[in-house]
């Protein structure tokens, strides 16, 4: 329970520190998606959920842009899913790794 108290409070540290970087990323997405759903004609909730599922490479395959230039901005927007995932995954990495430090001091690397 320690160990997961330390690694917490290091995660939302960090991610206090991303936060602005990860909320760009959030928001450039979903307009991004809106812009997409408003060429392809869906709801603005089939946009923003065709958004994230891309972005974050689910991709169900139920909603998908059938214009060239929503296609584009899908890559897009995948690319800056995998730049948003990069930078959750580093930070939960990071905070992890601090927090092994501080709940086994005298522990190598592996």
């Known amino acids: ?3 997961t108290l330390i690694f917490l409070e290091l995660f939302f540290s960090a991610m206090g520190l991303g936060y602005p970087l990860l909320l760009s990323f959030f928001l450039i997405i979903t307009l991004l998606g809106q812009w997409v ?7 603005r909730f089939d946009a923003f ?3 994230f ?6 991709g169900y395959g139920d909603l998908r842009p059938s214009c060239r230039k929503s296609k584009l901005l899908a890559l897009l927007v995948a690319t800056l ?4 995932t990069g930078v959750f995954v580093a930070v939960t990495v990071a905070a992890a790794t601090e927090a092994f430090h501080h ?8």
């Open 1 to 3: 329970m320690e160990f």
């Open 37 to 43: 759903g408003r060429m392809e004609g869906w709801s």
């Open 49 to 51: 959920y065709w958004s």
């Open 53 to 58: 599922i891309t972005a974050l490479t689910v």
């Open 81 to 84: 899913g995998i730049m948003f």
């Open 103 to 110: 709940y086994m001091p005298g522990a190598r690397p592996l």
